[in-house]
C-alpha cells in the first residue's frame, strides 16, 4: 500500500509550491516534509509510528492525519448509517413485496425503481434535489453539515438530501438481493413442507421465509455499509458534507501521502471490522453455522 | 479529477432543466444559513478549503481568500488599477542609485493579540521568509538586507535597482507582516495573529469563520463577521445564494453567465482580470523546434473562436500577455487566423506531413480540455495532428518539469508587474521556462526592464521584447480571462478586482 501511494506520479512538493517559487524553496520543503530520505526509509518510518498510532503529519494543511480524520469521522458515520437506514427502508418492503407477487405490476414497478437508483448518477441526483428542494421549493438548506449535538433540527435538514441520494443507490443494489433471496426461500422445500403441515402465510412467512432470506441481505448490507463508510466522494462534494470522501480525494490530489496512506488504512481497518460483524451475525440468524 | 469534470457538466444540463421547468420567481426560504449567519455575518460561498493559513507557507488561492482580510502587507495594489498604495507603510522612497528603498510605517497599529506593531515585526517577516527558504523567497532575489531603522522606519537594500520591490512585496498577502516571533508562539497553519480587518475565530473542514477586528486600524469593519463557507459544486452555491444562506460566491462557471443576468436575486460581475492562458510548445522536440512550424500553429489558431468555447465569452483574445487597458500592455498582435497562410508556413518549413502533437491538458483547470479540442480541430486541416491529453495536475506538473511534452496549455494567474508576465518565463534557463526558448535579445531587453526605473522607458523595453517573444513563438498567447462573482442584491461596498483579491472590510449587508 505504502509503495502503491508512492508509485503514482506526481510531486506533492511541487503542487504545493504552485507555480512560482526558486530551486532553494523547493529543496526546503522537500526536506521538512522528510521526502529527500530513501523510501525504504521513509517506510519504516512511517510503519513504526503508525503501529503507535501515529500516522504522521500532512503535507498540505501540517495537521496531525488523526485530528484530520477524527473531525471528519463524525459526519462520514451520520451519512452512512442514515443512507443504510434509508436503503433498508427502500430495499426490504420493495424486495420483499415484488418477490411474494412475481411478474405482477408490483414487481414491474419495483424492478422499474431500482434499476433508476442503479443507473441514475449520483451526482445528477443530488443536483436536482438542490435545485428543486433548496431552490424552488426552499424547504431545504443546499448543503453543509451541522453537528446533531450543536443543532439537532439542522443537523436533520442537511442530512436529509444526501442520505436519501446514497440510500436509494444502495436501496437499488439491495431490493435485487431481498427479492432473489426471497423467491429462492419461498421456491424451497422446507417452504413447501411448512405450507402442507397447515401453518398459517403469515407463519411461513416470517419463520421460513425471512429467516433464510435473511442471509444475503446482511452480507450485501455489510458491503453497502462499508462503501458508504469509506466515503461517497460524488454526494460528499454535491452537498458540501464534510466526509472522509473528500479528505481522500484531496489528499489524492495534493498528493498528500501520509492522509492518503491513513484514510486507506482506516478502509482496510472498516472492511474488515465489518466482515467479521457481518460473520457473527450469521451464526446468530442461521444455527448451522453455530456448529 | 473526472468525477469533478462530470459534476460540472451534470449541473449544466440540470440547470437547464430547471431553466425549462419555469424557475426564476423568487423564492423564500425560511431556511437561516446555520452556523455562525444571521447576526450581521456575511456567508461567502468558496470553491475550496484553504489547505492551511501560515501566508508565507501556501500557494494556495483559497487560503489567500481568507488570508486577504486578516493579514495586512506594507503596500497593497489598488483597487482600480492595481498601482501600489499605502497599507502598514504610509510612504517610501528609494534612493539616487536605486539601491535602497526607505519605508515608514504607519503609527498606532496593532496585531490582533494586542500588540503594537512596528519596524521589527518587518524584518521578523521577511527574515522568516528568506531564512527558511519558505514559498515566496524568490521575491527576495535581489535583497540583500532588511533592517530596523527606528521602530517607524524600515530600510531594504537591493543588489540591483528593482522597480518593481513594491509588487513583489505587496502583492498578495504571501508577504503579510506577522508579529515578531509569531512562529514559534503560535502554530501559523491553524492560527492566525495579523493586523488586518477581521481575526480568525475558527477554521474546520466545513468553513472558516472570521470576526471584526475591533481595533483595526483602518477602523472597525461594518460587518460582525465573515464566514467562508466551501461548496465545490456551482449549482450548489448558486442556488445557496438565491435563497440567501450565502450571500457572496466566486462559485461561478462561465457558462452561466448568461442565464444569470436577468436572475433578480443575484447580482453578477465580471470584469477582465490580470491572468493569462497560453500555448507552449517544446523547442526540444522536432519538429517544433523549428520556428515556421510554431508560427505555422501560432497562424492556424483563430484566438477568438478557442477564447469563445473555453470561457463562453467571459475573456478577451490576446496576443500578448499583459491585458488591454494596462500601462504596460503592448498592442502587437501579427497573427491573423488563416489556414491557408499556415499550410504556407509549414510548406516553407519541408517538415513531413502529417505532424503529430501531444497537447498536455489538465482537468484542474477544465477550459485548457475545451480549448485543447478547438485547438485540435483548427490544427487538423493543415495537417497536425493533434492529440489532447488530459492528465491529473500532479502529472501535469511533473511531465511540464521534465520536459515531457510537445505541447501544453496552462495560465499564468495574479500578474502585477510586467515581470510577472515575462520575466521567468522567457530568460533563458529561467525558473519558469519550461519550453526552452533562448533568445540573447530577449534576455538582453528582460534584463534591462527589470532594473529599468523609468517607466516610460521599462514600458518600452518589455515591448521591444514581447515582439520577438511572439514571433518566436515562445508563448502562444490566447487570452486574458474575466473574473466573474455574484452578490446579493444590495449588499453594497464589495469591489471585485481585476487581481482577484477578496476583501470585506467595507462591506454592508443588505
Known amino acids: 500500500m505504502f509503495g502503491l501511494v508512492h508509485l503514482v506520479p506526481g510531486d506533492p512538493v511541487r503542487l504545493a509550491l504552485g507555480t512560482r517559487f526558486s530551486q532553494e524553496s523547493y529543496d526546503a520543503l522537500r526536506e521538512r516534509s522528510g521526502l529527500d530520505q530513501p523510501l525504504v526509509e521513509q517506510f519504516f518510518g512511517w510503519f513504526g509510528r503508525a503501529l503507535t498510532g501515529d500516522l504522521g503529519v500532512s503535507f498540505r494543511s501540517g495537521e496531525t492525519v488523526t485530528s484530520q480524520i477524527a473531525e471528519r469521522l463524525p459526519a462520514t458515520l451520520t451519512l452512512a448509517f442514515a443512507s443504510i437506514l434509508v436503503a433498508l427502508l427502500i430495499a426490504v418492503p420493495l424486495g420483499t413485496v415484488s418477490a411474494l407477487r412475481p411478474r405482477s405490476l408490483v414487481d414491474r414497478v419495483a424492478t422499474v425503481i431500482s434499476q433508476f437508483g442503479i443507473s441514475v448518477p449520483d451526482f445528477w441526483m443530488g443536483i436536482v434535489l438542490i435545485l428543486v428542494f433548496a431552490g424552488t421549493l426552499g424547504w431545504l438548506p443546499s448543503g453543509g453539515y451541522v453537528p446533531l449535538t450543536e443543532d439537532p433540527g439542522a443537523w436533520l435538514q442537511r442530512l436529509l438530501m444526501p442520505a436519501l441520494v446514497t440510500g436509494v443507490v444502495s436501496g437499488s443494489v439491495i431490493t435485487r438481493f431481498v427479492r432473489s433471496s426471497v423467491l429462492e426461500a419461498l421456491g424451497a422445500d422446507h417452504v413447501r413442507t411448512a405450507q402442507a403441515k397447515g401453518l398459517g402465510t403469515r407463519q411461513v412467512f416470517t419463520w421460513h421465509v425471512l429467516r433464510n432470506a435473511l442471509l444475503p441481505l446482511v452480507t450485501v448490507t455489510g458491503v453497502q455499509l462499508a462503501y458508504l463508510l469509506s466515503g461517497v466522494v460524488v454526494v460528499e462534494i454535491v452537498f458540501s458534507w464534510p466526509g472522509l470522501g473528500q479528505l481522500a480525494l484531496q489528499a489524492v490530489q495534493a498528493r498528500d501521502y501520509p492522509v492518503l496512506q491513513g484514510a486507506i488504512l482506516l478502509f482496510a481497518l472498516v472492511f474488515l471490522v465489518i466482515n467479521l460483524v457481518v460473520d457473527l451475525l450469521y451464526s446468530a440468524i442461521d444455527p448451522r453455522i453455530r456448529r | ?510
Open chain 2, 1 to 510: 479529477m473526472r468525477t469533478t469534470r462530470l459534476i460540472s457538466l451534470g449541473a449544466v444540463g440540470a440547470l437547464a432543466l430547471s431553466a425549462c421547468s419555469g424557475g426564476g420567481e423568487s423564492v423564500d426560504t425560511g431556511v437561516d444559513g446555520g452556523g455562525g449567519g444571521g447576526d450581521n455575518t456575511l456567508v461567502a460561498a468558496v470553491g475550496a478549503q484553504p489547505d492551511q493559513l501560515d501566508p508565507h507557507a501556501t500557494s494556495a488561492y483559497p487560503s489567500f481568500q481568507v488570508l486577504e482580510n486578516v493579514y495586512d502587507t506594507l503596500v497593497v495594489p489598488s483597487p482600480d488599477d492595481l498601482t501600489m498604495v499605502p497599507s502598514l507603510a504610509e510612504s517610501w522612497e528609494t534612493s539616487e542609485d536605486g539601491l535602497t528603498w526607505t519605508f515608514t510605517l504607519r503609527e498606532g497599529v496593532t496585531f490582533h493579540d494586542g500588540s503594537e506593531f512596528d519596524a521589527a515585526d518587518v524584518v521578523y517577516s521577511y527574515n522568516r521568509i528568506m531564512d527558511e527558504d519558505l514559498q515566496n523567497a524568490y521575491r527576495f532575489e535581489n535583497v540583500e538586507s532588511v533592517e530596523a531603522v527606528d521602530p517607524q522606519t524600515v530600510e531594504i537594500t537591493v543588489s540591483q535597482p528593482t522597480p518593481n520591490l513594491p509588487a513583489l512585496i505587496g502583492g498578495f498577502k504571501g508577504m503579510a507582516i506577522l508579529p515578531e516571533g509569531a512562529a514559534e508562539e503560535y502554530d501559523l497553519k491553524t492560527e492566525a495573529v495579523g493586523t488586518g480587518p477581521f481575526t480568525l475565530e475558527s477554521f474546520d473542514a466545513s468553513s472558516t469563520q472570521l470576526a471584526a477586528y475591533e481595533d483595526y486600524w483602518g477602523g472597525a469593519p461594518e460587518l460582525a463577521g465573515v464566514e467562508f463557507r466551501y461548496i465545490t459544486e456551482p449549482a450548489a452555491a448558486l442556488t445557496a445564494l438565491e435563497n440567501g444562506e450565502v450571500q457572496w460566491t466566486d462559485n461561478v462557471p462561465p457558462q452561466q453567465i448568461e442565464s444569470l443576468q436577468g436572475n433578480e436575486d443575484v447580482q453578477l460581475e465580471s470584469i477582465p482580470s490580470v491572468d493569462y492562458w497560453y500555448m507552449s510548445m517544446n523547442f526540444a522536440r522536432e519538429p517544433f523546434a523549428d520556428p515556421l512550424v510554431r508560427q505555422a500553429i501560432a497562424t492556424a489558431i483563430d484566438r477568438e473562436s478557442v477564447t469563445e468555447a473555453a470561457r463562453f465569452g467571459a475573456a478577451q483574445a490576446n496576443q500578448t500577455a499583459i491585458p488591454e487597458g494596462n500601462f504596460f500592455a503592448s498592442d502587437y498582435a501579427p497573427f491573423e487566423a488563416d489556414a491557408e497562410a499556415a499550410r504556407q508556413l509549414l510548406e516553407e518549413s519541408g517538415v513531413a506531413l502529417p505532424i503529430e502533437m501531444g497537447l498536455m491538458v489538465t482537468d484542474e483547470f477544465p477550459e485548457t480540455v475545451t480549448a485543447a479540442q478547438v485547438i485540435a480541430s483548427q490544427l487538423e486541416p493543415i495537417g497536425i495532428t493533434v492529440d489532447v491529453q488530459t492528465v491529473d495536475f500532479a502529472t501535469w506538473l511533473d511531465r511540464q518539469a521534465q520536459g515531457d511534452f510537445d505541447a501544453f496549455m496552462l495560465g499564468w494567474l495574479g500578474n502585477l508587474d510586467p515581470f510577472d508576465y515575462y520575466h521567468s518565463q522567457h530568460i533563458t534557463d529561467g525558473v519558469n521556462n519550461y519550453q526552452g526558448y533562448s533568445n540573447p535579445e530577449v534576455d538582453r531587453l528582460l534584463q534591462a526592464a527589470s532594473s529599468e526605473t523609468d517607466r516610460d522607458t521599462r514600458k518600452e523595453l518589455y515591448n521591444e521584447a514581447v515582439r520577438m517573444i511572439v514571433d518566436d513563438v515562445s508563448y502562444l498567447y490566447l487570452y486574458n480571462p474575466n473574473v466573474v462573482q455574484a452578490w446579493a442584491p444590495g449588499l453594497t461596498g464589495y469591489t471585485i478586482r481585476p487581481d482577484k483579491a477578496i476583501n470585506f472590510e467595507d462591506v454592508e449587508l443588505p
